[in-house]
């Protein structure tokens, strides 16, 4: 079993609860939103899909209008990003915000180099070798990091751009946030190293992307 629905479900939950936003505000009220996060989580109906719908039904306007039920990632982009909208890039959570956006784009693209391995022969041969071999290894204690730069040669600009446009962000932010995910991604797919089940990561992402197409 992959680490992949933690990885997701812990980013859900802090643009749902604003937890990256700024640090002003008292303890009591820090709490609070950390309830309220909890609660609007199981009123959506618990687990990962509950707060998935919570924290795309919670960030901005418009939650419909983009839901054409097309397949493909288009769909899924449709879907995620205009329920976020781009009110969140400018209530203070926009970081977080960002990282809920781009898992739909990194996750496709692992399926598009045909899986796990393909993404990690890809990040080899794209002189990411190092990098992407302390993502896998269990004994790395800090996964390595890699320049927006480097996302740039591997993402679909257009797909990169489509996210820009809708969260009311700079590209460079948006490669900025494919850059974090990326890593832990990759780290969360191979919990047990280069012995990780491929087969069942590739499950794994497959599931992960159904529920972030939010109907």
């Known amino acids: ?7 997701v479900e812990a980013i859900a939950k802090q643009a749902l609860g604003g937890q990256n936003g700024t640090q002003q505000g ?17 009123n959506a109906g618990g687990g990962l899909g509950g707060i998935l719908g919570s924290v795309l039904g919670n960030l901005g306007g418009s939650s ?6 097309a397949g493909g990632l288009g769909g899924i982009l449709g879907s995620v990003l205009g329920q976020l909208g781009g009110t969140q890039s400018r209530s203070g959570g926009g ?6 956006a781009v898992l739909p784009i ?12 393909g993404a990690l022969d890809k990040l080899t041969k794209s002189g990411l070798g190092s990098q992407a071999q302390s993502w896998v290894d269990p004994n790395t204690t ?4 890699v320049q927006n730069e ?7 600009d257009q797909e990169v751009e489509q996210v820009a446009n809708q969260m009311n962000e700079p590209k460079q932010n948006v490669y900025g946030a494919i850059a974090t995910v990326l890593p832990q991604i ?3 797919l191979t919990p047990q190293g280069q012995r990780s089940d491929q087969g069942e990561a590739n499950t794994d992402i497959q599931n992960i992307l159904k529920q972030l197409k939010i109907q």
């Open 95 to 100: 970081k977080t915000a960002l990282l809920v």
């Open 142 to 145: 800090q996964n390595q990091s």
């Open 64 to 69: 419909q209008q983009n839901n054409t039920g």
């Open 1 to 7: 079993m992959t680490n992949l629905a933690s990885l």
């Open 106 to 117: 990194v996750l496709a693209w692992i399926q598009k180099q045909g899986g796990l391995q």
């Open 26 to 42: 008292s303890t009591q009220n820090q709490h609070t939103q950390q309830q309220n996060t909890q609660q609007n989580a199981n």
């Open 150 to 156: 480097q996302m740039e040669q591997l993402f679909d």
């Open 186 to 188: 990759i780290d969360s």
